[in-house]
């Protein structure tokens, strides 16, 4: 599957982005998906994960309430809804696959399949 992040962009502290990640194939609704971001000179770090329904999602703590995952699997794109944002939060986002398609999993090794990723950037 081949995946294609966007909707990264230059937003004030407080303010909201919606970030979708558009799948190729037929089979998008096999896997897990997720996103992940990484900020220069640091490690990439786990934001959020849902299963292939969408019934099962998980949030880093630095994310919960803020963030929320969702997914359409007859459009083939998983979502991200970024709310109060913070200059923290400035980073490039990715998504990902995973064939663990019904659990969430934070450990990037279990994602198969990743997208080129959008730059958000927070402003303070």
């Known amino acids: 599957v081949q995946l294609q992040a966007s909707g990264g962009g230059l937003v004030q502290a407080g303010g909201s982005l919606r970030l979708s990640c558009a799948a190729s194939?037929?089979?998008?609704?096999?896997?897990?998906m997720g996103w992940f971001r990484q900020a220069p000179g640091q490690e990439r770090e786990f934001v959020a994960a849902?299963?292939?329904?969408?019934?099962?999602?998980d949030y880093a703590d630095s994310v919960k309430g803020r963030f929320t995952i969702s997914r359409d699997n007859a459009k083939n794109t998983v979502y991200l809804q970024m709310n109060s944002l913070k200059p923290e939060d400035t980073a490039v986002y990715y998504c990902?696959?995973?064939?663990?398609?019904?659990?969430?999993?934070?450990?990037?090794?279990?994602?198969?399949?990743w997208g080129q990723g959008t730059q958000v950037t927070v402003s303070s």
């Open positions: 194939g037929r089979t998008f609704s096999r896997y897990g």
């Open positions: 849902c299963s292939w329904s969408g019934g099962r999602t």
């Open positions: 990902a696959a995973s064939y663990a398609s019904d659990y969430v999993t934070r450990s990037p090794s279990l994602y198969a399949y």
